[in-house]
């Protein structure tokens, strides 16, 4: 007998078929937010899929590759510090510096890139997810006048502040820049946050200057560039107040990846060697830093077993290593240790 | 409920065909009831699924993204006339570009005065057929065609090498295109800080300039030897004179200073004989013998543009109708600090944009 479905059951069937639909469309639309929205990051599996399977790993032969990104540094200047840094490496060892222009090269180049080094401002290596950073090792950190800590403050004419019209000039990414205000200002909602008229400025300086000298209202700078311009002209500068700070920043590290302990001792020595030589000194200069320290103690000991020449045969394991690397330097020339004694 | 019944035959047809579902509720032995209450639990968990990560994506990028947004909503209804001189000049090129990077959502027109013999005309057509705000004006021949039609709107301009001329021009803001003299000596005495006296030619052209400077070098604890040259003939027994007394040499734009490239030359030759080193304006000059080129920043002019642009359109009207350029960008050579045996402060290396050679 055919079961005659009453009235009710039809408009129940139909609601049941529009929620339904509904859940359907709405699914969609949340399938096209994640792809749209969600930027793939070092920190998403991605990463961590590549972490013991090498998508790329550099024959042998080729030299050692140091990459460099600081979005505080402005990229227009990549040129000078591959020509300087590449001139100084290769009095060291098969090495080559790259720097990097854009922070979605750089983090293709973490995920993608084994056996190289990289030297990356502090902060953008702890937004890597805590699963990825285990695929790099801390290696070196940069110091500035016997600092391994920055601060950015943000610098004025008076104390009052008026944040709606105020012009801040300020040197890096825009992106970072805000980032930074908007920790600085807790109390401003994101909107207001992102209203604040920037003027970017190539350098630290340009960004004093302009405020010291009247073409900005604030400037978002750095401790040691504003008590440097208070060294040159006080009367200007000295004047200025600091009306807010940052969290103390550390400087640039360095971090291998997926790279051998020899040839991580032949970097890290490179890179002490640094502040003894002219150009050295003019390549560190360069990027911030004036000197390194060492955050790897197993490499602090590889480095002083070389030095101490620690062994029963006189030779340490490492130090044949590091001789190897070194011979391995073919037919580049050494150039002169000291360009011409300045400094 | 909310929802309208479908009544129509169609209708009918594609529920009927849709309602494959309804099997698959039976054999989970659900009543239509329950049915009903589970698609309205996935409905409200699918709804704050999307949500959620938006939410974190516009938390991460808001700053960089509803900026523009913001903007693009509330300043729509103002209009841009972006006029370049030639597009094909790089740093023309440069400034349009940061210009309206920085410009943010507005609705702005670009035209390219590269191939135009009568841009004037073309330009008063064109502020006839549309209303503008605000013209932005990039080289001499796009301000020079801007002020024969003097448009009763606001004018921005930068790349415009005579820039003084339209000082006191009403309505019309500009970026020069050198550094200030406090900027540029600020930097001297930061690259080189033994540097004690510097030497400095200049003609009535600049007397305004150089006045500043003075003040200026007084504060670096810096000794500005300032010498006024009144004719060609003397250009080069003043700077005989000038490179005894002092440890360096400032070279300024100055059209009297510079009035040919031999006169230049000679200039060069003649530091160099008594290594005095040349600190200048502009990078050309490195190749011919000076230390160190301090120029403004191509991409920072635009940007300083596009914000006086917008002052200018919130009717924030700036005290000064000229700005100097906030950005530099610097080069310097090696070869002659180290020939010369300069001491140069290694901190100031973090600046170098480009070292010759």
Known sequence: MHHKRSKTDSRERRVLLRLFMLCCFMFFMMAQGFAETVEPSVS??????????????????????????????????????????????????????????????????????????????????????????????????????????????????????????????????????????????????????????????????????????????????????????????ENRFRALNVIKESKPLGQSILVFKAMEPAKQVAVVHSLLNMPETALGRQAINLIGLDNWKILDTRLSSMISQEKDGISGSGESASKKQIQAISDDKGSDDKGSDDKGGRN | MFLRPVSNRKGMQIISELSLFMPMVKTLSLTQQGAKYLMLVILFVLLSACSSPRTIALNDDILGVSSGDAVAQTKRAKKVLVLNSNQSVERYQIAESSFVGAMGGRDIQVMDLQNMDKPVEFIQDQLNAQSYDLIYAIGAKALGSVNLIDPNIPVVYSAVLNWRRFKQQENYFGISSELSPQVQLTWFKYFFPDIKTIGVLYSQENAHLIAEANQVAGNLGIKLVASQVRSEQHLMDSVRH????????????????????????????????????????????????????????????????????????????????????????????????????????????GSVDEIFP
């Open chain 2, 242 to 349: 000038l490179l005894n007394k002092v440890d360096a040499l400032w070279l300024i734009s100055d059209s009297h200073i510079l009035s040919s490239i031999d006169k230049v030359k000679q200039f060069f030759a003649l530091a160099d004989e008594k290594q005095i080193p040349v600190l200048t304006y502009n990078p050309v000059f490195i190749e011919m013998g000076a230390v160190m080129s301090l120029a403004a920043d191509l991409p920072t002019i635009g940007r300083q543009a596009a914000l006086l642009a917008n002052d200018l359109l919130a009717k924030d009207v700036p005290a000064e109708a000229i700005q100097f350029p906030v950005g530099s960008r610097i080069m310097l050579n090696s070869q002659k600090v180290r020939q010369y045996d300069m001491k140069l402060n290694a901190s100031a290396l």
């Open chain 1, 44 to 233: 998403e599996s991605a990463v961590d899929s590549t972490v013991s399977e090498p998508i790329v790993s550099a024959p042998d032969n080729d030299p050692l590759k140091i990459y460099f990104f600081n979005p505080e540094i402005n990229a227009s200047r990549n040129l000078v510090l591959k020509n300087t840094w590449d001139t100084f490496l290769r009095e060291q060892g098969k090495f080559t510096f790259q720097p990097v222009d854009r922070q979605e090269d750089f983090k293709q180049l973490l995920q993608n890139d084994q056996g190289a080094a990289f030297i990356m401002a502090e902060w953008l290596f702890k937004k890597l997810e805590h699963k990825s950073r285990k695929a790099f090792s801390l290696a070196l950190q940069g110091i500035k006048d016997g600092q391994d800590t920055y601060k950015r403050i943000l610098v004025g004419n008076s104390k009052l502040l008026d944040l709606d019209r105020a012009r801040i000039a300020c040197s890096g990414d825009r992106t970072r820049n805000f980032k930074i205000l908007a920790d600085m200002f807790p109390e401003l909602s994101a909107h207001q946050i992102a209203q604040l008229k920037l003027l970017q400025v190539p350098k630290d300086i340009d960004a004093l200057m302009a405020l010291g000298y009247g073409l900005a209202d604030l400037a978002l700078s750095s401790e040691v560039g504003l008590s440097n311009m208070a060294m040159l002209n």
